[in-house]
T-cell receptor
Framework: AQKITQTQPGMFVQEKEAVTLDCTYD???????LFWYKQPSSGEMIFLIY??????QNATEGRYSLNFQKARKSANLVISASQLGDSAMYFC??????????????FGAGTILRVKS | ETGVTQSPTHLIKTRGQQVTLRCSSQ?????VSWYQQALGQGPQFIFQ???????GRGNFPPRFSGLQFPNYSSELNVNALELDDSALYLC?????????????FGSGTRLTVV
């Protein structure tokens, strides 16, 4: 069974500082995908960044970067220059399987991030 | 391009009743999956529909069922509602294969069972 572990229930960061949200995963699949989503209080799951298991470069999307360490099975999210609007719940997720028969996402328990002014 | 739309946004039902939640997929996406998110937890996979057939199911009882229509929109039906069914129900659409970061989520339906 695949599993995502987010060990930080809550995090605080000062506005304009960088923050790292931890995520480790467990899978025996060679091909998989790792995702980070942001969920504000409204409930919508907002896609932030994706890393494929065969991608050699760490993914980056604007202020978001994914620190992918395959051997350690970790996929930490780094948010640079935090903004007040970054305050939300953040979920790490893994795509199980591949192709149209394996689109299932497995989510971690989430980390609540609070940005302080 | 339009995103994923879910309806209704909020719903209150009585234990034992039945409920239908609806989801329209993003343009160009032919795969729809449903997730249940209990308060304070991560979403849990319920099932997925691809080309109008269920092709993956999580650990949910048969009273959770669904449909996908030719336009790729989808319904989630829950019979014999229980108090523990109270949750945010999220729908996600993805293109064929779901490769890359192709999942788009709706804003969810908040179901309260009393």
């Amino acid at each position: 069974a695949q599993k995502i572990t987010q060990t930080q229930p809550g995090m605080f960061v000062q506005e304009k500082e960088a923050v790292t949200l931890d995520c480790t995963y467990d899978t025996s699949d060679q091909s998989y995908g790792l995702f980070w989503y942001k969920q504000p209080s409204s409930g919508e799951m907002i896609f932030l960044i994706y890393q494929g298991s065969y991608d050699e470069q760490n993914a980056t999307e604007g202020r978001y970067s994914l620190n992918f360490q395959k051997a350690r099975k970790s996929a930490n999210l780094v948010i640079s220059a935090s903004q007040l609007g970054d305050s939300a719940m953040y979920f790490c997720a893994m795509r199980e399987g591949q192709g149209e028969y394996g689109n299932k996402l497995v989510f971690g328990a989430g980390t609540i991030l609070r940005v302080k002014s | 391009e339009t995103g994923v739309t879910q309806s209704p946004t909020h719903l209150i039902k009585t234990r034992g009743q039945q409920v239908t939640l609806r989801c329209s997929s993003q343009s160009g996406h032919n795969t729809v999956s449903w997730y249940q998110q209990a308060l304070g937890q991560g979403p849990q996979f319920i099932f997925q529909y691809y080309r109008e057939e269920e092709n993956g199911r999580g650990n949910f009882p048969p009273r959770f069922s669904g449909l996908q229509f030719p336009n790729y929109s989808s319904e989630l039906n829950v019979n014999a509602l229980e108090l523990d069914d109270s949750a945010l129900y999220l729908c996600a659409s993805s293109p064929e294969g779901g490769q890359g970061g192709g999942y788009t989520f709706g804003s969810g339906t908040r179901l309260t069972v009393v």
